[in-house]
């Protein structure tokens, strides 16, 4: 168990499409602990693997962030959409950050579970808007990618400042 690093945008890392996981084992596992551990010490509600560099298709999540239903997606695809919704976006590589990012409504995703069981979960509501923007980490696409450039820009500027910041304090 542990709190992992959590890159901070804009990073390449955080650009790239993610592998497919092809052997869900022990040291899996224990990696989707470290990613509950690393969510729940930001308080975020989702992570996805390459917020913490690590470029594979595996995503966690726990909307209501009681532990009573953690969910873990790898490989996940959505198979069916529909609807239009939006909310202000947050992300734990953007910290501090809102914007409205279009999304639908409802999702159906098909996923593999921790034990590599395929499942498909129907979601609407949060974890809907919360899949789609968790398999955007996937193909290396963050929730700024979906406003307009200025105020991408904007939010650019300030991250710049604040990986400066964290910079600095390391030292
Ligand atoms: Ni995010």
Redesign the pocket.
Same mark, same amino acid.
């Not at 976006?89 to 953007?94: F, P, R």
């Given at each position: 168990m542990a709190v992992l690093n959590v890159l901070i945008y804009p990073d390449d890392h955080l650009a790239q499409v993610c592998e497919p996981v092809t052997e869900i084992d022990d040291a899996l596992r224990a990696f989707i602990d470290d990613m509950f551990d690393t969510m729940y010490d930001h308080e975020?509600i989702? =992570?996805?693997a390459p917020?913490v560099d690590v470029q594979k298709r595996v995503i966690t999540m726990d909307i209501e962030g009681d532990k009573t239903n953690q969910i873990v997606l790898i490989n996940p695809e959505i198979i069916a959409s529909s609807g239009e919704t939006g909310i202000e *976006?947050?992300? =734990?590589?953007?910290p501090g950050a809102r914007a409205l990012v279009p999304r639908k409504e409802f999702v159906t995703v098909k996923a593999l579970n921790r034990h590599g069981e395929e499942f498909t979960l129907e979601a609407d509501g949060l974890l809907a808007i919360c899949i789609q923007? *968790?398999i955007?980490?996937l193909n290396g696409v =963050?929730?700024v990618d979906h406003i307009s450039k200025l105020k991408r820009d904007r939010i650019r500027e300030k991250m710049l400042k604040l990986k400066k910041q964290i910079a600095r304090a390391k030292e």
């Open positions: 975020g989702g =992570l996805a917020q *976006e947050g992300c =734990l590589s953007i923007h *968790e955007d980490h =963050l929730f």
